[in-house]
């Protein structure tokens, strides 16, 4: 038996600092963010890269246009409920929609691995017009590439867009607007789209199958827009999930952000999977989901609207914006415990979107 | 969710909340055993809940922590063999070794990949017969029957490119070596559920009979830790000192008799490095006999340089529930879970990760406290 003085308190040198890029450091979350502060803006910053938004907001002309780009390397190219193309385009229209644009123009860029199968990019392209006619804009340019075998996966896709900010909107929707006293609402039950791509990569079955939520979520912003909602932020809960998008608001305004567990929505399957995966659903990437800060008074009129739109049918209050502790999200438990929500640290799962 | 809602319930979380404060009259320190139940008290805010009186401190069940620094490195050294796909649960990919961790290893080119059970990892030799596949089989007693029927499983098919990694430890052992420790402050455990759903609970009774401590086998889900420290703490103020069962829905007094007979077949028990702990004796598992072929250890030999240790990292007095995470100077300062001094700080059953992650940053505990709250 080792007693307390054979006890040998052994601990590692600390890692050497990061030398290579690791997964995580597209994982959206804490290394995501080093990446850019680090060696993106130092780099390239401006002011309008500063707004760390989900798109550029640049005047022109005295109109004010949204400007995004995003790669899309999801693996497996074809997913339930959805497939590399949809993404491609829903993901560029939402990251437009989340300036309070009107998507309106695309370009598409493909890297195709050598001996791809034609067929799926054929699949791929068809569900890329079907979604770009759904959300009603023209992809406009583009762009192929192809690399040797072994050099890609399959295919990689890159979009970018361009929306308008339409005159009536008068508030700025930006992290920057977000204020003491606003409600968090969410769109939709969280983490389908995660919990559909790990479904199919890890060979899980579920009694009912968890499909993508992949869908464009302009719709649901215009109403919100339409009916004079005082709309001050908008975020898309893509990579890092609901947690990492919160973490980022909470940090950039030096607020507090207080979650009621009980009131955030999540679908029994997408929790069943959780529960065995060790997963937190608050960080589970969502590709049709949003999160929208207005004042305490228009809540409940934002909600009326946005569940008029299908996609947002299930939007519920979920917290409230505080002044202090700043940069801090928490989230009370069911037995009324406290914890603090931390941004998604490392890699909860590779190659989502 | 049927099963697990019923033990998330805050009504009965307060009515269990209520008896303990009811119950206790002085100061009690606590000490869970699994990182499971450390993760579901630092994720449901449970001390919040909790009368002053009771202190939790956090037990060393978890397996990615107490893994040897040296066996981290074996494992860097196996997976950079170009001939082989290294196998691991995702958890120990982030753990650092010596100098670098397998996730860097697998940055740096080598074939690793997380599965959740060895029998994928079996799977994965089938399918590459031309490859060596290792799989890290690391954990408590939890976990050896899944690995004890992958080395089964392969001497059974007659697949030769597969080993495994072991490094296995059991729970009674460490609870000794920290019971019989001069500066011990736990007076009560709760005993890890799972380990028992497999072991059962008979081999705790000899050490609450020879510790006088009161040993509570527990759930993982809030309203399993706040019955078990009900329960601990109802022995402590009516000086008892028995071992009782507050998972009976999953754990039986005999536990998992063919799953024992599974494990008494693969391995046999041996002395093992604990980190943070030191050596203990016959407090793991080793392959015995004809599925000592199966070592990945006597399959490649490797001379590893002696691991170099942090002086910053306190976990070994964690890992004893002397200290707790956030009186570490280098908690959240030095050591954070992208660059971890320890284990602790890498798993999500670590102490260090769980504070992390949930707050439990000793700046923020007076916001932090609700109405609930002590």
């Known amino acids: 038996m080792a007693d307390a003085k054979t006890f040998n308190l052994s601990c590692p040198v600390p890692r050497v600092a990061d030398d290579r890029i690791v997964l995580a450091h597209g994982g959206g979350g804490r290394l995501t963010h080093q990446l850019i502060e680090k060696i993106f803006i130092p780099a390239f910053g401006n002011p309008m890269l500063e707004q760390r938004h989900d798109g550029a907001v640049v005047p022109v002309n005295g109109a004010r246009l949204a400007f995004t780009t995003d790669s899309f390397v999801v693996r497996p190219v074809i997913f339930p409920g959805g497939n590399i193309g949809d993404l491609a385009i829903n993901g560029t229209v939402n990251d437009l929609a ?41 992809l406009v340019t583009g762009d192929t590439k192809v690399v040797d075998k072994g050099k890609g996966d399959g295919i990689f896709v890159n979009t970018s867009g361009i929306g308008v900010i339409e005159l009536n909107v008068p508030t700025e929707i930006s992290p920057a607007s977000v204020q003491p006293g606003d409600v968090v609402i969410v769109s939709g039950d969280l983490g389908r789209h995660g919990i559909a791509i790990l479904s199919v990569r890890e060979g899980l079955e579920f009694e009912s199958p968890i499909l993508s939520d992949c869908a464009n979520l302009w719709p649901s912003v215009e109403v919100l827009l339409k009916a004079g909602i005082e709309v001050h932020c908008l975020r898309d809960l893509t990579r890092g999930g609901l947690a990492t998008t919160l973490n980022e608001i909470a940090s950039d305004r030096n607020v507090y952000i207080k979650l009621e567990e009980a009131l955030v929505p999540v679908n029994e399957t997408v929790q069943g999977a959780c529960e065995i995966l060790g997963l937190d659903p608050l960080y ?26 299908e996609v947002s049918q299930g939007a519920v209050r979920i917290g409230r914006v505080e002044e202090s502790p700043g940069r801090t999200v928490v989230l009370q438990s069911r037995i009324g415990g406290n914890r603090v929500v931390d941004m998604l640290s490392g890699e909860q799962l590779p190659r989502i979107c | 969710m049927k099963f697990v809602s019923e033990y998330r319930d805050p009504k009965a979380a307060e009515q269990l909340a ?61 997976a950079k063999r170009p001939d082989v796909i290294f196998c691991s649960f995702g958890d120990m990919l982030r753990v650092p070794g010596s100098s670098k961790s397998l996730f860097d290893t697998k940055a740096e080119g080598a074939d690793v990949r997380i599965v959740y059970s060895p029998l994928d990892a079996l799977k994965l030799a089938k399918q590459n017969p031309e490859r060596q596949v290792v799989f890290f089989a690391v954990g408590f007693e939890t976990t050896a029957p899944a690995n004890a029927m992958a080395a089964w499983q392969a001497n059974h098919e007659g697949i030769e490119n597969f080993s495994l990694l072991v490094s296995h430890v059991l729970v009674p052992p460490a609870m000794e070596a920290l ?76 536990g998992n008799r063919p799953a024992q007979k599974t494990i008494a077949e693969v391995f046999e028990i041996s002395p093992r490095q ?30 590893g340089v002696p691991a170099q240790e942090s002086p910053d990292c306190i976990s070994g007095l964690i890992l004893q529930g002397l200290k707790k995470p956030h009186e570490c ?5 030095k050591c954070t879970p ?36 002590r």
């Not at chain 1, 589970?284 to 739109?309: C, M, S, T």
């Not at chain 2, 002053?52 to 074996?74: A, F, M, N, R, Y």
């Not at chain 2, 980190?275 to 392959?287: K, T, Y």
């Not at chain 2, 660059?339 to 992390?356: D, I």
């Open chain 2, 18 to 78: 209520a008896a303990i404060r009811k119950k206790v009259t002085r100061p009690w320190t606590i000490m869970e055993i699994c990182g499971g139940q450390t993760h579901t008290i630092v994720k449901s805010g449970l001390e919040d809940l909790l009368p002053k009186e009771i202190s939790l401190v956090h037990g060393p069940g978890c397996p990615v922590c107490v893994t040897p620094i040296e066996l981290i490195d074996k494992a860097v050294a196996i």
């Open chain 2, 329 to 333: 100077a280098a908690f959240a300062v």
């Open chain 2, 274 to 303: 604990w980190r943070g702990l030191g050596e203990i004796p016959a407090s793991g598992f080793q392959l015995k006999g004809r599925f000592q072929k199966y070592d990945a250890n006597r399959r490649f030999p490797f001379e």
């Open chain 2, 179 to 254: 019971l019989s420790s001069q500066n011990c402050v736990v007076k009560g455990f709760l005993a890890a559920g799972h380990v028992c759903t497999i072991m059962g609970f008979e081999e705790y009774f000899p050490i609450a009979e020879k510790y006088r401590v009161p040993i509570v086998v527990t759930g993982f889900e809030p309203l399993d830790l706040l019955e078990g420290i009900y329960m601990t703490a109802s022995q402590l103020e009516e000086g008892r000192h028995e071992v009782e069962n507050q998972y009976s829905r999953a754990v039986k007094r005999e």
């Open chain 1, 98 to 138: 989340m300036c309070g644009a009107r998507p309106l123009y695309l370009s598409a860029g493909f890297i195709l691995e050598e001996g791809l199968e034609m067929e799926t990019l054929r699949t791929v392209v068809a569900s890329m017009q079907q979604a770009a006619t759904n959300a009603n804009v023209k």
């Open chain 2, 338 to 373: 992208e660059n971890p001094l320890g284990a602790p700080m890498v798993s999500s059953e670590g102490a260090c990760a769980a504070y992390y992650h949930y707050g439990r940053r000793q700046n923020l505990q007076p916001e932090l406290s609700g109405p609930a709250s």
């Open chain 1, 284 to 309: 589970v990437a969502n590709e049709g989901r949003f999160a929208v800060f207005v004042p305490a008074a228009q809540a409940d009129a934002a909600l009326e609207v946005l569940k008029k739109v």
